[in-house]
């Protein structure tokens, strides 16, 4: 699960198969959050997200 805001500039792609072509374990799954503007990166505001927390609850 890839799970980014577009603002956040450590973010190579939303499309992570075009990173890592040959690799099956990539799926192309990707949730778009909407970060804070002054840190879009910051960990803690992905995982403020349902969107992130969702996928994690699942494995947990």
Do not use: G
């Amino acid at each position: 699960m890839n799970v980014a805001d577009r603002d956040d500039f450590i973010v190579a792609t939303l499309k992570l198969r075009k990173l890592f072509p040959e690799d099956d374990a990539v799926l192309e799954r990707t949730r778009r959050v909407s970060n804070r503007d002054f840190d879009p990166h910051a960990a803690t505001e992905y995982l403020s997200r349902w969107e992130t927390v969702e996928p994690l609850a699942e494995l947990l």
